[in-house]
């Protein structure tokens, strides 16, 4: 892609790319405030409920790196501008969904939708921006994306309240246009290096992801050591291996494994896998905790949020900013060491009639230290490759930022229910307390994997040549 050096044209890059992953992050963020509402109407268990998240990043996930090629073979522009729509198409299913099962599949036709327009994004953003405006250019990205994660809930709970669950899928219809019409309007036309669709290695990814959240899903219904539990643990780590084993040997691999050859680019997706794990995880639980043992409404639980996610406004920009004077490798470890503490924190003092003042500190800590970790990682990840393959490497990122939060929603979900029950205030308690100690185990370990990132010098002089 070649790098406009008009200003003006990179602002309107930026500004598009970023309402655009603005909106797809307004609905995962909405829609954490309504669950309770959904959960009243249609009388679904949490363990149901969770689908209507895990619909979503699955799909999402699995479809990202095929959203990458697409774009690549029959244009970016074109192709983003059609996800947009397909994604706006696919909200108002989910608003006129009758049932769970409607809802869960048109949280999954959203995905797809998602699964064109993220790493779309993110290339024609990294191609558009030089080596050392990037970082900067995604931080601002980050914050702009972030201001969904800071007013969705409270939005969402505000719909909620006042016109119904439903309008919280409606809102994307004007965003959704207004987007189109832009990225028609002021993108230019880009094209990657054109490879064939990887379908076998589509379907052996889609089938792990699937066989290994489902274990996680059903461990505590049917027990952990029963057969459908123990057979789709198997049959998701040897689909796995066989994914494994066979974008090594193909021609054109949705996932070129020598892409993990780069400290970079595997350390940074290891910690954003297992940062991203225990953000979602917690962004289902905390509201409905909020809800459920507080006795919050859904404004006031989406507002109480606010301690936790507006951190991401402040602190993305100055994150992405200074990222080239230290480097990514601090940044990444000192936040994910920060958001450990910050959750597990969370997970000692949650006790019965906890009043919310406490929680506001830890909330806070935990904001300030993921949203360091955020554009760090994500930075560390694109300046890895070279121009031509930063679709594939944001399609790999975001693959793993879904599947990792899909998984972690999974094991938080399980992990409540093996603690505790949505039946009285006392009982989410107990299973909230233990799936926060679960998400700062996860902080921690993506610190952990963050001290793996090499030092700034090397990856400034083995992404130098590539960006040249």
Known sequence: MQTPTNRAEQNWVLGVTALASFMMALDAMIITTAFAAIRSEFGSPVETLQWTVNAFNLTFAVLLLTGAALGDRFGRRRMFAAGIALFVVASAACALAGNATALIAARALQGAGAALVMPLAMAILSGTFGREERARALGIFSSITGCALIIGPAIGGFITEHLGWRWVFWINLPIGLIAIGLVLGRLRESFGPAAALDIPGLTLVALAALALVWSLLRGNAVGWASAEVTGTLMSGLVFTAGFVFWELRAAA?????????????????????????????????????????????????????LPWTATLFVT??????????????PLVITGLLMQAIGLGWIAEIVIPAVPYSALVAPLVLAGVGVSMAMPAAQNAILSSVAVAEMGKASGVFNMGRFLGGMFGIAALVATFSANGAVDSAAHFESGFAAAMSLAATLSLAGAIAGFFLPARRRIAGAAAPQDA
Not at 259 to 274: D, E, H, K, Q, T
């Open 253 to 305: 691999p949705m996932v070129p494994m020598r892409l993990f050859a780069s400290r970079a680019l595997a350390s940074g997706i290891s910690a954003s896998v297992l940062f991203y794990a225990a953000m979602y995880g917690v962004l289902f639980l905390l509201p409905q905790f909020l809800q459920t043992a507080l006795g919050f409404d859904a404004f006031s639980a989406g507002l109480r949020l």
């Open 316 to 329: 993305a920009p100055v994150a992405g900013a200074v990222v080239n004077r230290f480097g990514e490798r």
